[in-house]
């Protein structure tokens, strides 16, 4: 396999001798060519034991051998129980696999001292990323054959809980009850094939960038199509976004302007082709999830966890409720707290016997379960788990650290964020306060339960029917996110800044002479630099030319009933639809959010500006692996520019570390706040450890280089400081409240006591016999 991770084993010494595997052509299951390879390898060296001493280079060419006939080394289907070769078949097969896995990369001798995990970790993925060239050659492979499409070595593109595509190593694949899972050096355990794509580099340098400009276009093109309107066709509920968005493919490829690229398309034939549509109609069919909830991932009407300021930060609008609720579910504890911490102070006696046992229970459930609670739902929050909520907050973070959001969907991720960590945190905090002052068992009951309502307020009101029954804006605001994450307006307000931007995220890796001609072909097109670049005017839109068949059907239906009537049809107005009060926000509306975006006379000619590369021969054939030069990898990199580069999605998450490149414990730990990378119970120490490096680690970075607005990205960075404060505190708190409730149940009395012949006086009660007076 050309794309796997080698290293060299100096302790080898066995000669490479030829191998006769010609009979792997006749072969039709794996077990016949493995059986008809160790015959050969007896026949060969002339030994029935040789299999314990193939050299590291042998076993190479045989799996290479392997690769290229496509004989597929995870299926076990063949496999007879009572053969008399079947031993050595499986012997031969768990050394193909290591090699596919570890390049070959392993021997006895290293066994007794490094296990395999070891070497994984220590070799993946920092220091042995796979070359262009790797990517390359195998990209257009025929998988069609194989059990499962991709094999064990091989570097891929994932896409886990965090909404993001990074690379990643197969570390195996397996089976369960029909469906094909994978499990890879990202910690993953259970991909599936929708999750799992060929490396976009590799494609990029095959196919050129223009596939990933048309992807921009194509998403102006269907939010303009969607519509929030129950039993129209084009509802967003009903339309078939997949197939509306391979009608637009069809017509971007079959386009005269689009020549060189439709035949470079069809040369790679259908597994080529796939390789690409896969990784370009990502967002689309991750759409087409979340609306039909196919994969069941995606069922928002049994989530109870989506609140009132979770609607904020994706639509950007709901603040009227909303302001209510926070008023309310701050003012509530906090009067509380005034009226019971500064009330007349209590002697002992006035305490019946059962409250201090009453105020111990308390705050021991508060230290052993609540702490913990509060703590897991924080990674929850601001990490990556496995769950709605947190899928639809790892797509909020992408359109964040992108800086694409409006300023109302800034400040409202900055208040979800905070009402779903710190504001629980100090409602415990400040309820325990109040709890000391307390002497009735009933009250302290009482308090605990009214608290627990109050902390779920804003997810309870978001639950009742009138807010929004069956979830259907909140569904339209997912969807809409996705586009967001995709399309990136803000970022390409101007021609120099959509070049440059486009050039650092998608182009980061095509030599410099077509990044030349792109931005030839740019100019040539005349388009403006200034800032109606891509934007048409506010009170007139373009018409769209490159119609699908349904699109040009309608536009001659209008034009024959003018034609044959004289008058103008009644139009099929797209109707703009709110969430909440329009004026909040003027992007507001249901799929109107880059209606300025849809300048289509100029995207259809931008979407055929870009060049396409010839590094796939005329007389390439199809399914088979792409034969490129010994030194493409140095050509390659003469010919790049040299580029920083950006932010994007996927570059972020390479960035972000992960528990098999760890190389301390604090970046070990860094991890843990984004993923649960164990099913063994964790340690509140543990967490608390986890929430700090999220703050030193995660926190400042973000801080300091967020785009967007000045104004939220502070709010954003104190909020969460302030959440991390009191995620600490909270546990502390209700740690050193338990010994002085056995001691004092009424801990603290802030008085004031007010001497009318003297002076103000201030007089703290803490233990029997202690008061301090100012």
């Known amino acids: 396999m050309s794309h796997r991770v080698k290293f060299k084993n100096e302790n080898d010494k066995l000669q490479d001798k030829?191998?006769?595997?010609?009979?792997?052509?006749?072969?039709?299951?794996?077990?016949?060519?493995l059986s008809c390879t160790v015959l050969a390898l007896e026949e060969t060296m002339g030994s029935s034991e040789v299999l314990s001493s193939l050299s590291k280079s042998l076993l190479d060419s045989i799996f290479d051998r392997f690769e290229e006939k496509a004989i597929d080394l995870t299926s076990f289907k063949s496999f007879?129980?009572?053969?008399?070769?079947?031993?050595?078949?499986?012997?031969?097969?768990?050394?193909?696999?290591n090699v596919g896995y570890w390049g070959s990369g392993w021997d006895d001798n290293d066994g007794d001292n490094e296990s395999a995990g070891n070497i994984i970790r220590r070799t993946l993925p920092s220091q042995n990323m796979s070359s262009c060239k790797e990517l390359m050659e195998d990209a257009l492979l025929d998988r069609s054959r194989r059990s499962h499409r991709y094999d064990i070595g091989e570097w891929v593109e994932v896409r886990d809980a965090s909404m993001r595509w990074r690379l990643a190593v197969i570390e195996n694949a397996f089976d369960?009850?029909?469906?094909?899972?994978y499990e890879t050096s990202t910690g993953d355990h259970d991909l599936n094939e929708s999750e799992i794509r060929w490396p976009s580099g590799g494609l990029r340098l095959i196919f050129g960038c223009g596939p990933w400009l048309w992807q921009q276009w194509a998403c102006l093109r269907l939010e303009h199509k969607l519509r929030f309107e129950k039993g129209h066709e084009h509802d967003f509920e009903v339309i078939d976004i997949n197939q509306y968005t391979k009608e637009l493919w069809e017509i971007w490829v079959k386009d005269p302007r689009n020549k060189s690229f439709r035949n470079l398309y069809e040369r790679v034939g259908e597994s080529g082709q796939k390789e690409l549509l896969d990784n370009i109609m990502a967002p689309f069919d991750l759409i087409d999830e979340v609306v039909s909830n196919s994969d069941r991932k995606w069922n928002f009407m049994e989530d109870d966890t989506i609140s009132m300021f979770t609607y904020c930060s994706i639509l950007g609008v709901g603040y009227i409720e909303a302001l209510i609720v926070l008023i309310v579910q701050l003012a509530i504890p906090v009067a509380l707290f005034f009226y019971y911490a500064f009330s007349a102070s209590r002697s002992l006696q006035e305490f019946p016997?059962?409250?201090?046992?009453?105020?111990?229970?308390?705050?021991?459930?508060?230290?052993?379960?609540?702490?913990?609670?509060?703590i897991a739902d924080f990674i929850n929050v601001v990490g990556v788990q496995d769950t709605l909520a947190s899928r639809i907050r790892s797509l909020r973070s992408i359109v964040w650290d992108n800086g694409n959001d409006s300023f109302f969907q800034s400040l409202g991720y900055s208040l979800d964020l905070f009402m779903n960590t710190g504001y629980v945190c100090m409602l415990y905090i400040l309820n325990m306060l109040i709890l000391i002052n307390i002497a009735d068992p009933f009250e302290i009951i009482g308090s605990v339960l009214f608290f627990s309502f109050l902390m779920d307020l804003d997810e309870n009101i978001v639950c009742t029917t009138w807010f929004d029954d069956g979830k259907r804006f909140f569904k339209a605001g997912v969807v809409g996110l996705i586009l967001q994450s995709t399309i990136e307006q803000k970022n390409t307000v101007t021609k120099k800044g959509f070049l440059d931007d486009f050039i650092r995220k998608v182009m980061i890796s095509s030599p410099l002479d077509e990044i030349n001609e792109f931005e030839e072909n740019v100019k040539q097109q005349n388009l403006p630099d200034n800032k109606t670049f891509l934007q048409h005017l506010r009170f007139k839109e373009d018409e769209i030319k490159l119609l699908t068949l349904s699109e040009r059907v309608e536009k001659l239906r209008a034009e024959t009933y003018f034609k044959t009537f004289s008058e103008n049809p009644t139009e099929d107005k797209k109707s703009r639809v709110y969430f909440d009060i329009a004026f909040l926000s003027t992007d507001s509306a249901i799929f109107y959010r880059h209606k300025s975006f849809r300048a289509w006379s100029q995207w259809e000619k931008m979407i055929f500006c870009c060049p396409t590369p010839s590094n796939v021969p005329e007389n390439y054939k199809a399914g088979t692996r792409l034969i490129l030069d010994k030194d493409f990898d140095k050509e390659l990199s003469r010919k790049q520019k040299n580029i920083s580069p950006s932010f994007s999605s996927e570059t972020k998450a390479q960035a972000r570390p992960t528990l098999k490149n760890a190389k301390s414990l604090w970046r070990r730990v860094n991890d843990g706040a984004y993923r649960?990378?164990?099913?063994?119970?964790?340690?509140?120490?543990?967490?608390?450890?986890?929430?700090?490096?999220?703050?030193?680690?995660?926190?400042?970075?973000?801080?300091?280089?967020?785009k967007g607005y000045t104004v939220t990205r502070f709010f954003y960075y104190f909020t969460n400081l302030a959440a991390c404060v009191l995620q600490i505190l909270f546990p502390m708190v209700a740690l050193a409240a338990i010994p002085i409730v056995l001691l004092n149940p009424c801990l603290v009395n802030f008085q004031v006591l007010v001497d009318k012949t003297n002076n103000e006086v201030c007089q703290f009660e803490t233990l029997p016999g202690w008061n301090i007076g100012i």
């Open 80 to 97: 007879p129980c009572d053969a008399s070769d079947t031993e050595k078949c499986c012997t031969l097969l768990a050394q193909l696999q």
């Open 353 to 374: 016997l059962g409250t201090r046992l009453m105020l111990l229970s308390v705050f021991l459930y508060y230290l052993t379960n609540i702490a913990r609670d509060t």
């Open 18 to 33: 030829e191998l006769d595997l010609r009979c792997l052509d006749s072969c039709q299951t794996t077990y016949e060519a």
């Open 176 to 181: 369960v009850r029909g469906q094909k899972l």
């Open 676 to 706: 649960q990378t164990s099913e063994s119970r964790t340690g509140i120490l543990t967490q608390i450890i986890k929430v700090f490096m999220f703050f030193f680690i995660s926190l400042p970075p973000k801080f300091l280089t967020q």
